[in-house]
């Protein structure tokens, strides 16, 4: 069964992916001079598809308690690319907060309704 209590969890749990992210790319964007410097990113687009299983539990399996995994390719920070993926996930947290606000009106709708 459906609630919005469900679909709010699943929104908060992307927000703070986004969060994460939005950290790990600025740390690439200040670390783009420093040598030895392993970039560091989430790719969490693997979990988009599966938001009906527990993906809380996933990313603590899989990415640690910090939530940030290291590229492994061991290649120079491309700032370039790091202000694009920057913009990628400005999108997607407006659409993430966008969800949560059509949300939260559902919910209001509802309980003015059932007065």
Known sequence: MFTPG???GKVNLMMDL?????????SNIANVDTPGYIRQDID?????GTMNS????KLSTKL???AIA???TEEPVNSANELLQ??????LYSMA????SNIITEMKTAINVGK
């Not at 920057?86 to 999108?91: A, H, R, W």
């Open 54 to 57: 527990p993906l809380e539990t």
């Open 6 to 8: 469900d679909s709010m």
């Open 44 to 48: 969490f687009s693997q979990y988009l």
């Open 97 to 100: 907060t966008r969800r949560m």
């Open 18 to 26: 986004i969060s994460q992210r939005q950290r790990a790319l600025g």
């Open 70 to 72: 290291e590229d492994r």
């Open 86 to 91: 920057l913009q990628e996930n400005s999108i």
């Open 64 to 66: 640690g308690p910090s």
